[in-house]
């Protein structure tokens, strides 16, 4: 009896791609996979670093360490945790930062540019896909493989940097990097960063100049990100009298900070009295008896990160909107008249 009817069957059960969206997987198929074995590599690596790290704090205690800072032992060890696993992971978290603009730069920005410069586009108006399915496979199918890829490398960084921090200490954990090499702040931006491309893309018509647009405008708005960040969330306050330093906790991110008067008055800043013999005499005579301090505690790291994060979704989602937008107006911005028949 022939068993080829179960296996056709069953073979047509099996979700696959068809239509846009595997024509689509076609044109992109080897950005794809090559992100996706990136992906797949550094994960295993990260796994791997992962075990090592752990291994080498529990075999060592160096979590209990931490509390007694003035040990000379637990300092050398310390040390040397930090040198063999602090300090290599620093240049992967540095090139994480490049991941979004890679994504913008190589597969948004020549995605619809190319369509449009060399005229195929036209081919969809002889078709029988709308305009906007073609502009909505065009859009979606690559930015879930960014969303994947990018997903998987921000888990295998986050794996591979949190016992390592939770050993050593979250030390400058404000710092663009590790922030932005590590949780879901890495998929949003390279998710919007891919949808300024594409949007950029849709107006200029050449890949090319779309490329470097993306790359320029790109950075600019990371920029304006990274400006916007330290208030994303409501700054801590703190105050403290006959003091000279901030008054933050450890590893906090301290934003802004100055001198205090007896009265608990913000006073402007006596800048001749860091160059003076008698510091706190000089102080005393311009009415500084204390500081101020507002700053970011580290338990802010992960709401920090799930709020730019939001910024990121809330600036793609303006940005796909507007590339419909144009989509739907024929490619114009004016809105399409429909026909009329003359008598």
Same mark, same amino acid.
């Given at each position: 009896?022939s ?8 073979r ?13 997987w076609?044109?992109?198929r ?10 797949? %590599? ?22 209990? !360490?931490?509390? #007694?800072?003035?040990?000379v032992?637990?300092v050398?060890?310390?040390? %040397? ?7 290599p992971i620093?240049? +992967? ?17 020549p ?6 410069? *060399? ?11 709308t305009?906007?399915? =073609?502009?909505?496979?065009?859009? !979606? ?12 490398m921000?888990?295998?960084m986050?794996?591979w940097? #949190? ?14 990097y /590790?922030?932005?090499g ?30 470097g ?6 950075g600019?708005?990371?920029a304006?990100?990274?400006w ?9 306050? %703190?105050?403290a ?5 901030? /008054? ?17 008055? #913000? ?12 510091r706190?005499? !000089? ?5 500084? *008896?204390?500081?101020? %301090?507002?700053? #970011? +505690?580290?338990?802010?790291? =992960? @709401?920090l ?17 507007? *590339? ?7 490619? *114009?911005?004016r +809105?399409r ?5 003359? @008598?």
């Open positions: 009896m068993t080829n009817a179960p296996r056709t069957r069953e047509s059960r099996r979700p696959r791609l068809s239509g846009l969206a595997w024509l689509i076609r044109q992109n080897t950005a794809f996979w090559i992100g996706l074995a990136a992906a797949a %590599a550094l994960a295993v690596y990260a796994v791997v670093q992962h075990q090592d790290v752990a291994a080498a704090a529990g075999a060592q205690h160096l979590r209990d !360490c931490r509390a #007694h800072a003035d040990s032992d637990c050398r060890r310390l040390v %040397a945790f930090q040198n063999d696993y602090q300090n620093r240049r +992967p978290l540095q090139a994480m930062l490049l991941l979004p603009f890679l994504f913008g730069l190589f597969l948004g920005g995605q619809l540019a190319q369509e449009l410069e *060399s005229g195929t586009y036209r081919t969809v108006a002889t078709q029988s896909v305009r906007m399915r =073609w502009f909505t496979a065009k859009l !979606c199918v690559p930015l879930a493989m960014v969303v994947v890829i990018s997903g998987v921000a888990a295998a986050t794996w940097w #949190h016992p390592i921090v939770e050993t050593a200490g979250y030390r400058q954990w404000q710092s663009w /590790p922030f932005y590590v949780g879901p702040v890495v998929v949003g931006l390279s998710a919007l960063i891919y949808l300024l491309g594409v949007t950029l893309g849709i107006f200029l018509r050449r890949t090319v100049l779309a490329m647009a993306t790359l320029a405008l790109g600019a708005l990371f304006v990100i990274e916007a960040r330290p208030h994303l969330l409501p700054l801590h306050t %703190a105050t009298q006959h003091t000279v330093t901030p /008054p933050v906790p450890d590893n906090a991110w301290l934003v802004a900070d100055g001198p205090l008067s007896p009265d608990g008055r #913000h006073v402007p800043e006596a800048w001749e009295c860091f160059a003076a013999d008698d706190g005499a !000089c102080l005393g005579s311009h009415g500084i *008896s204390g500081r101020w %301090a507002e700053f #970011h +505690p580290v338990s802010d790291l =992960w @709401p990160q799930w709020a730019t994060t939001g910024i990121c979704v809330v600036l793609a989602v303006v940005l796909v909107a507007v *590339s419909a937008w144009w989509v739907r107006n024929g490619f *114009s911005g +809105p008249r429909a026909a009329t028949v003359q @008598p």
